[in-house]
């Protein structure tokens, strides 16, 4: 299973579109490293682990992007309360010490690099609040949520950005946020299988931050901006997004693998989760393949493409397809899990198909987004 985090947090839409921005994207792939030194340094306490930690932080600081290193520094706190419900767990007076001299270490430590951006941030317009107009212009839409589970774009170079939106009018700071078919199969299994105390704090912490990243869609954020100075500070908010992307992969991660480990007797339950999902994409495929009209008025409404024109017609092919290749994934991935409880296949075998499954599935769809041209197309110019 860390193979398949490794994947979805590599590969996943979040990362895939922090990529075209490079102080964000260095400071977002020491995550899982953070994360991995925070967790050897509570499970043995030892002066040379706290050292590893605190440098990984420090690297994350210098890296370029503030907001990425606090919302990580979230991330590592929500951690810590998990491995504080464990057996054994570590005294929360000790992890509370640990992160906070952490801190203090990484700013002395940043000195050289933090002063002359103090300098700098006191002398721009940055100290002041951006207008609420400016900041809620970048809201996470509601609609693109979508995504998580299933691709509403594709590269066209005849469009200004060189994409074409299903769902929208105009691109979002993050390009794309799906995470994979797999993540469906492991957020319904999380839900199973996760302790209740697990569920309501992640479930809230998830519901909080989208508040957050919708913006200006929601009644909340006008308030949290005009009384929490911290939330004025972010440019985008769209950025918070990348909370809600580390706890589902998190999520995700947790249910595959409880589920793979599990001794559970009602398997023929669980066998109907990865049914229904099966289902509900088959009776989508069927609305859609059935009904292109309500297709092509949906797609007309949201991205503003003309009806019956050329790129409206292909839209529309797209999203029809798009399902039915949600389908067919869906299908292959719970039939490997079915044979990975059921011990039909070997486990090895059937967890590198899995893993390759998910590979082939994210990358099919990321990959244009990070190379939208041949390589050869600048030499060919000239």
């Not at 199969?185 to 957050?212: D, M, P, Q």
């Not at 995700?252 to 509900?280: H, W």
């Not at 790129?311 to 029809?320: D, E, K, R, T, Y």
């Not at 075998?349 to 990321?366: E, F, K, M, Q, R």
């Amino acid at each position: 299973m860390s193979v398949l985090g490794a994947l979805l947090f590599t590969l996943g839409g979040t990362m895939v579109s922090l990529s075209n921005l490079l102080n964000h994207f260095q400071s977002a792939v020491w995550l899982p490293w953070l994360i991995l030194a925070w967790e050897r340094l509570l499970a043995s306490p030892k002066w040379s682990k706290f050292v590893t930690f605190t440098s990984v932080l420090v690297l994350q600081l210098l890296a370029g992007s503030p907001e990425i290193f606090v919302m990580s520094l979230g991330v590592i706190f929500l951690d810590g309360l998990r491995v504080h419900w464990t057996e054994p767990a570590p005294p929360m007076g000790r992890i509370l010490t640990f992160l906070l001299a952490a801190v203090l270490l990484v700013i002395a430590a940043s000195m050289a690099q933090l002063l002359p951006t103090a300098e700098l941030f006191l002398n721009s317009r940055r100290q002041q609040a951006i207008p609420i107009v400016e900041a809620m212009g970048s809201s996470l839409k509601p609609l693109s949520l979508i995504n998580l589970l299933i691709p509403d774009k594709e590269i066209d170079l005849s469009e200004m950005l060189g994409l074409r939106h299903f769902f929208a009018l105009k691109p979002a700071f993050l390009i794309s946020h799906y995470l994979g078919s797999i993540s469906l199969f492991g957020i319904c299994l999380w839900l199973y299988y996760g302790s209740l105390r697990e569920k309501a704090l992640l479930i809230f912490l998830i519901a909080g931050t989208l508040v957050v990243a919708l913006g200006g869609y929601t009644p909340v954020y006008p308030i949290l901006f005009n009384y929490v100075p911290m939330v004025g500070a972010f440019r985008y908010t769209e950025k918070f997004f990348f909370i809600v992307y580390a706890l589902l992969v998190f999520i995700t991660v947790k249910g595959l693998g409880t589920f793979a480990n599990a001794e559970d007797s009602r398997t023929k339950f669980l066998f109907s989760i990865g049914g229904a999902i099966c289902l509900v994409w088959l009776i989508l495929y069927l609305a859609a393949q059935g009904n292109p009209d309500f297709v092509g008025q949906v797609v007309a409404a949201q991205s503003g493409l003309i009806p019956s024109s050329v790129a409206h017609v292909n839209a529309v092919a797209a999203v029809v397809a798009n399902v039915e290749r949600q389908l067919l994934l869906s299908f292959g991935i719970g039939l490997l899990l079915c044979s990975i409880k059921l011990k039909r296949l070997p486990v090895p075998l059937a967890g590198t198909l899995l893993v390759c499954l998910v590979y082939a599935d994210l990358t099919s769809v990321h990959k244009g987004f990070l190379f939208p041209s041949r390589p050869g197309i600048a030499a060919d110019e000239l």
